[in-house]
């Protein structure tokens, strides 16, 4: 389906490499469904977590110029990679030139505030895409807040391949799952807390849990994510009264429309229309 030809004054917009963002939405409008929201996925050019820092921003720029395009104040990066890779460069160089008065926020930041009051043993394990873990953000960020806590990362670039391709839940990412497990504990068999870096894992749970001690807790990104943005909002009155709320939900794809409605569902409990639309230099 062609690109609708409107703007979404004050929605808020949800940006994500590919299709792992909608396990954040999905959390965000459950918590506050009133509020219009629209999703863009970069599919046509994902996964982003195996690209350089330089393509990272550049294609995470040129969504957060559409989402402004369309009428967005406020702009969430529900992408790991992109948090990881872009958010501090594009809040600190483009938005003051672009707009001082829009934001654009990232999920690391909330996920990393929750894992101190969760941990008994203060060593925290990161699951994510190559490009999350070499990127050190989850490190850095925890180190900032909580300087006593270890953090011991994992890249897994088997996992979402398996998600994408509805293996998650088939005996032959057992092997996937535990490897990467075995490495993380390998690495630090003290870590009690595991944060999934990547909004594709949730979906993995299943498995992961099969491989990992009893009295260890998995921490998604979805709740606190949704959470913090609430807080968020409730902190900065300007933006929230910026925000419409007709409880309404654009999808976007760079992509076929057909194939992000389809896989689509494995994230949401709903059918939906995605409609087609490009970024600049595609």
Same mark, same amino acid.
């Given at each position: 389906?062609? &690109?609708?030809?409107?703007?979404?004054?004050?929605?808020?917009?949800?940006?994500?490499?590919?299709?792992? $963002?909608?396990?954040?939405?999905?959390?965000?409008?459950?918590?506050?469904?009133?509020? +219009?929201?629209?999703?863009?996925? +970069?599919?046509?050019?994902?996964?982003?977590?195996?690209?350089?820092?330089?393509?990272?921003?550049?294609?995470?720029?040129?969504?957060?110029?559409?989402?402004?395009?369309?009428? !967005? /104040? #406020?702009?969430?990066?529900?992408?790991?990679?992109?948090?990881?890779?872009?958010?501090?460069?594009?809040?600190?160089?483009?938005? %003051?030139?672009?707009? %001082?008065?829009?934001?654009?926020?990232?999920?690391?930041?909330?996920?990393?505030?929750?894992?101190?009051?969760?941990?008994?043993?203060?060593?925290?394990?990161?699951?994510?895409?190559?490009?999350?873990?070499?990127?050190?953000?989850?490190?850095?960020?925890?180190?900032?807040?909580?300087? /006593?806590?270890?953090?011991? $990362? &994992?890249? !897994?670039?088997?996992?979402?391949?398996?998600?994408?391709?509805? &293996?998650?839940?088939? %005996?032959?990412?057992?092997?996937?799952?535990?490897?990467?497990?075995?490495?993380?504990?390998?690495?630090?068999? @003290?870590?009690?807390?595991?944060?999934?870096?990547?909004? /594709?894992?949730? #979906? #993995?749970?299943?498995?992961?849990?099969?491989?990992?001690?009893?009295?260890?807790?998995?921490?998604?990104?979805?709740?606190?994510?949704?959470?913090?943005?609430?807080?968020?909002?409730?902190? /900065?009155?300007?933006?929230?009264?910026? !925000?419409?709320?007709?409880?309404?939900?654009?999808?976007?794809?760079? &992509?076929?429309?057909?194939?992000?409605?389809?896989?689509?569902?494995?994230? #949401?409990?709903? @059918?939906?229309?995605?409609?087609?639309?490009?970024?600049?230099?595609?």
């Amino acid at each position: 389906m062609k &690109e609708q030809s409107v703007t979404s004054e004050g929605a808020i917009g949800i940006f994500d490499s590919g299709y792992g $963002g909608l396990t954040v939405l999905s959390e965000i409008r459950a918590l506050m469904p009133g509020y +219009d929201y629209i999703y863009l996925g +970069d599919n046509a050019r994902a996964p982003y977590g195996n690209r350089s820092f330089e393509r990272v921003y550049q294609f995470t720029l040129e969504a957060v110029e559409w989402f402004f395009a369309r009428g !967005c /104040h #406020l702009v969430i990066l529900a992408c790991n990679t992109a948090s990881a890779k872009a958010l501090r460069s594009i809040q600190q160089i483009n938005l %003051p030139a672009i707009n %001082p008065q829009k934001r654009v926020l990232g999920v690391i930041h909330p996920t990393a505030e929750c894992v101190a009051d969760i941990s008994q043993t203060n060593h925290i394990g990161v699951l994510g895409t190559e490009g999350t873990i070499q990127s050190g953000s989850y490190e850095i960020e925890i180190e900032k807040l909580y300087p /006593h806590l270890t953090v011991t $990362g &994992e890249a !897994c670039p088997m996992w979402v391949p398996l998600v994408e391709n509805r &293996e998650y839940d088939k %005996p032959g990412a057992d092997y996937f799952v535990k490897q990467h497990l075995d490495y993380l504990f390998g690495r630090d068999p @003290q870590i009690d807390t595991i944060i999934l870096g990547c909004t /594709h894992y949730p #979906l #993995l749970m299943n498995k992961i849990v099969q491989f990992i001690p009893d009295n260890v807790r998995v921490i998604t990104q979805g709740k606190y994510v949704a959470e913090s943005l609430r807080d968020y909002l409730q902190r /900065h009155p300007d933006i929230e009264d910026k !925000c419409t709320k007709n409880s309404s939900v654009q999808y976007f794809t760079t &992509e076929s429309p057909e194939k992000f409605n389809q896989q689509a569902s494995l994230f #949401l409990n709903e @059918q939906i229309d995605a409609h087609k639309t490009t970024l600049e230099k595609l």
